[in-house]
Every structure is written in C-alpha cells, then in structure tokens.
C-alpha cells in the first residue's frame, strides 16, 4: 500500500518535484533491560532526575551523609529558618487554595456524573 501526501503548488517542500510520497521511517525498540537494573533506573529518573547527590563524590563520608540528607529532606535545610510568621502565611495560602480547589473538584465530579466523594 503507497501513502500518498497532497502538497499544495505554494508550499515549499525538501522533496524532488514531482514525488509527493509520504516517507516513513520505522524507529526500533529499545535494548532490552534486566528488570532490576530497569526499577533501578526507574526509580532514580522520578526521585533524582536532577542529580543532587553528583557533587559529593569528593567529600568525606560524613560529609556525604549530612548532605545527602539534605538533598533527600530538604526541610533539613531550611527547616532552622522557619518561623511563625512563614508558619500563619503557608496556613493562608493553604486554606485559600483548598477553599477554591475543593469546590472545584466537586463540580468536575459531578460534570462527570460520579458521586462528589470521588473528587476528593
């Protein structure tokens, strides 16, 4: 079966005149994986996409742990500096988005005909 594409006698196009064919190109699957190596992977792609254990290859081992802490649990890092005052703000703002969000979530449901304790 040829597939064939239209082309208008205004559109430029890299093909040679007169071939208006459509070229596809068939893309091959991946190597196969050992299925712990690929959770492995996995997992380090969705928590470490980012890498943030890379720059402590030269540091001491106890070193290594404080940071590599820190890079897991941020709030180990910022969490000396909070303070009442960022305490009341974060309340706020999250009693205002679950004020707006909650509602929503409700009106989807019931647009979706479900019962409103699945939008929660």
């Given at each position: 079966?040829?597939?064939?594409?239209?082309?208008?006698?205004?559109n430029a196009?890299?093909?040679?005149?007169?071939?208006?064919?459509?070229?596809?190109?068939?893309?091959g699957a991946?190597?196969?994986?050992?299925?712990?190596?690929?959770?492995?992977?996995?997992?380090?792609?969705?928590?470490?996409?980012?890498?943030?254990?890379?720059?402590?290859?030269?540091?001491?081992?106890?070193?290594?742990?404080?940071?590599?802490?820190?890079?897991?649990?941020?709030?180990?890092?910022?969490?000396?500096?909070?303070?009442?005052?960022?305490?009341?703000?974060d309340l706020?703002?999250?009693?205002?988005?679950?004020?707006?969000?909650?509602?929503?979530?409700?009106?989807?449901?019931?647009?979706?005909?479900?019962?409103?304790?699945?939008?929660?």
């Open positions: 079966m040829k597939v064939v594409e239209e082309m208008g006698s205004n196009s890299s093909h040679v005149k007169g071939d208006h064919t459509l070229h596809i190109h068939k893309v991946p190597p196969k994986q050992k299925l712990v190596k690929g959770i492995k992977d996995a997992a380090r792609e969705t928590f470490f996409s980012d890498h943030p254990l890379c720059h402590l290859n030269d540091k001491p081992i106890s070193r290594k742990l404080v940071l590599g802490l820190k890079a897991v649990f941020p709030i180990l890092e910022w969490g000396r500096d909070y303070s009442f005052h960022k305490f009341r703000g706020v703002s999250g009693l205002t988005i679950a004020s707006l969000c909650i509602p929503q979530d409700i009106a989807y449901a019931k647009l979706a005909n479900l019962d409103p304790q699945y939008a929660l």
